[in-house]
């Protein structure tokens, strides 16, 4: 079973920058497709970017070129780092397998971008 655990949200200004991290337990990360996924109010959980166990990563149209996804598996975690942040950025983000387990949900961390 994996557990996750989403912390680094917070209300940032647009234009400024925010590192998520995702504590995994359960001694499977490093063979794990993993993903960040974000819902904004009123809308559905989208994926935001995905990585691999060989770490070939993929993004949503609407982040490239401004977040970055990145894992250490030492230590368990999983990262995003998020550059360039727009309002339209504002969301709940949530880290899960990818594809994602219905199991594997946490609370997520919110993200707030406004000025």
């Known amino acids: 079973q994996v557990q996750l655990v989403e912390s680094g949200g917070g209300l940032v200004q647009p234009g400024g920058s925010l590192r998520l991290s995702c504590a995994a337990s359960?001694?499977?990360?490093?063979?794990?497709?993993m993903g960040w996924y974000r819902q904004a109010p009123g809308k559905e959980r989208d994926m935001v970017a995905t990585?691999?166990?060989?770490?070939?990563?993929k993004y949503a149209d609407s982040v490239k070129g401004r977040f970055t996804i990145s894992r250490d598996n030492a230590k368990n975690t999983l990262y995003l780092q998020m550059n360039s942040l727009k309002p339209e950025d504002t969301a709940v983000y949530y880290c899960n397998t990818f594809p994602p387990g219905a199991d594997f949900w946490g609370k997520g961390t919110l993200v707030t971008v406004s000025s």
């Open positions: 359960g001694g499977i990360f490093s063979i794990l497709a």
């Open positions: 990585i691999t166990r060989s770490l070939s990563t």
